[in-house]
């Protein structure tokens, strides 16, 4: 089931969150985040927009997905920013994609017109994900970070809604 994040959700965000953190490059943030840490952002993209989870029928959550402002200027305030997490485990079993189309769903019923994507490189099934649901490539920055000793670039994917 695909519904809207709350506070109790805290605990289970966090721990999918920073496996990603202390395992990947997805996130280039370095240092594990707390779930008062999350709480905060939370509550702050929910204001303005939404994040939703993936839940099992436990009620055990697998996944989420949430869109933030793109940029701070008042010209982009009809871009949004995107993002999929997945529980260690459950990737490519579609969760991504129903999240991603919820959450799209929501943006297309609002004045969003330009959704983007930031994926670190490479990262194949990412860029399936986003690509299976329309979004183009419009661009890549070069070793713009630097994670476990390696540069890392990143690829921006767009879908115009």
């Known amino acids: ?10 605990k289970s965000l966090v721990v999918i ?3 990603y953190i202390l395992e990947t ?17 939370l509550s702050k993209v929910e204001a303005t927009m939404p994040w939703l989870v993936a839940e099992d029928s436990s009620g055990a959550i697998l996944g989420y997905a949430y869109a933030t402002q793109w940029k701070a200027r008042a010209a982009y305030d009809f871009a949004r920013e995107v993002t999929v997490y997945l529980k260690p485990g459950f990737e490519n079993l579609g969760y991504g994609t129903k999240l991603y189309r919820a959450l799209i769903s929501i943006l297309q019923d609002s004045p969003i017109h330009s959704l983007i994507a930031g994926i670190a ?11 299976k649901l329309g ?3 419009v661009g ?3 070793e ?6 390696r540069r ?3 690829g921006y994917w767009q879908l115009l809604l």
Request: hydrophobic share 45%.
């Open 135 to 137: 979004f183009k490539k």
């Open 121 to 131: 490189q490479p990262n194949a099934a990412s860029v399936a994900l986003h690509e």
């Open 17 to 19: 969150y920073n496996s």
């Open 152 to 154: 890392v670039n990143i």
């Open 25 to 41: 490059v997805v996130t280039f943030e370095i240092e594990p985040i707390t779930e008062t840490d999350m709480l905060q952002r």
């Open 144 to 149: 713009v970070g630097l994670k476990f000793g």
């Open 140 to 142: 890549e920055f070069e």
């Open 1 to 10: 089931m695909i519904r809207a994040a709350d506070a109790k959700d805290a």
